[in-house]
């Protein structure tokens, strides 16, 4: 009976603790990761989109590769996802992530509608923001860094363009550390949406509560949380996980300052870059990343160096919060 009772209680622990899903056994998992994640340790996910159209080559790849070389210096484990002939790859190798540089923008952006069309079609597929979260989920891992996040687009109100990315934070419990929403979209709109679908979100920086505008660190709006360590922001996650709110958190975390950019110029060259994208009639998940490489044109690259050096810096952060949450787990 004892045995029983024990029994029952390990699987509502189970249950009540982050874990991977069984569809994870069907995954290519880099042995590293798959033991990392069996043993609860720090293990911190990073997307693909970023490298086949955020950045051109070879700066997609030198940065990819030195995002992870910041997570393992901070003592975490870097976990890439991608989809390459029709599998889920979590962690990529020094080849894989060479060749999706190179592949670029004839990689497949996969969403959470695209991700079994590229799958059963055995396309490559770089994985955004909202796939990313819902793979990580999967595989067991609820820590993952990116740029930015996807939100409301500018005139969302005629055209109801609004990121996948929004609504997935409603519905999987990922924690995302980022530089806040690209600042070509509607900040203020963005907030509101997350709220609506009941979406933590928090400043994560030692003194200032502002939500930051990626490419500069304040966008003129308060988040409606301020963290100033990553310890807190681990213990925020495990109560996340603990009451089983199936959501996830944004942990905004501002550009530093010697990296930011010029707040005039980043913002002619966004109005400018808009302009074009509405003549040109560029919509849907094609106008994120042309707004993105145009605005490095018209900035002679500062929007892409500002690009790198947050994402650099949330690859810190966000590692800092994956080794805490482990030690949380482990006590």
Do not use: W
Not at 33 to 38: E, L, P, R
Not at 174 to 190: E, F
């Amino acid at each position: 009976m004892r045995k029983h009772c024990l029994s029952i209680a390990t699987r509502v622990l189970h249950k009540r603790t982050f874990h991977a899903l069984p569809i994870s056994n069907q995954f290519v998992i880099t042995p590293e990761i798959k033991y990392a994640i069996q043993n609860q340790g720090p293990v911190v996910a990073l997307e693909s989109t970023i490298i086949s159209h955020g950045m051109p080559y070879p700066q997609n790849v030198e940065t990819a590769k030195s995002v992870e070389t910041i997570v393992r210096d901070q003592g975490a484990i870097p976990a890439t996802i991608a989809l390459l002939n029709g599998k889920i790859h979590i962690g990529l190798t020094d080849h894989e992530l060479e060749y999706l540089g190179k592949v670029g923008r004839k990689a497949q952006k996969s969403s959470r509608r695209d991700l079994s069309m590229v799958l059963s079609q055995k396309k490559t597929g770089a994985t955004t923001v909202a796939s990313t979260m819902i793979l990580a989920r999967a595989a067991g891992i609820p820590i993952f860094v990116t740029g930015g996040i996807g939100g409301v687009h500018r005139g969302a109100e005629q055209s109801f363009d609004i990121s996948a990315d929004l609504t997935e934070l409603g519905k999987t419990p990922i924690s995302v550390v980022c530089a806040g929403v690209k600042s070509i979209l509607d900040i203020p709109k963005t907030l509101e949406y997350l709220e609506t679908q009941g979406v933590t979100v928090a400043t994560l920086h030692n003194q200032s509560k502002r939500f930051p505008a990626f490419y500069t660190p304040d966008s003129g709006i308060d988040s409606p949380y301020h963290i100033d360590n990553t310890l807190d922001a681990a213990k925020s996650i495990l109560a996340n996980h603990q009451l089983e709110l199936n959501s996830g958190i944004v942990f905004a975390v501002p550009i530093p300052n010697e990296s930011a950019a010029d707040v005039k110029s980043i913002q002619n060259a966004i109005d400018t870059a808009i302009s074009e994208a509405r003549s040109k009639r560029i919509t849907g998940k094609e106008e994120t990343p042309f707004l993105l490489k145009r605005i490095a044109e018209l900035t002679k690259g500062e929007s892409l160096a500002a690009n790198i050096a947050l994402v650099k810096n949330n690859a810190k952060i966000g590692s800092q919060i994956a080794v805490h949450l482990s030690e949380l787990k482990k006590m």
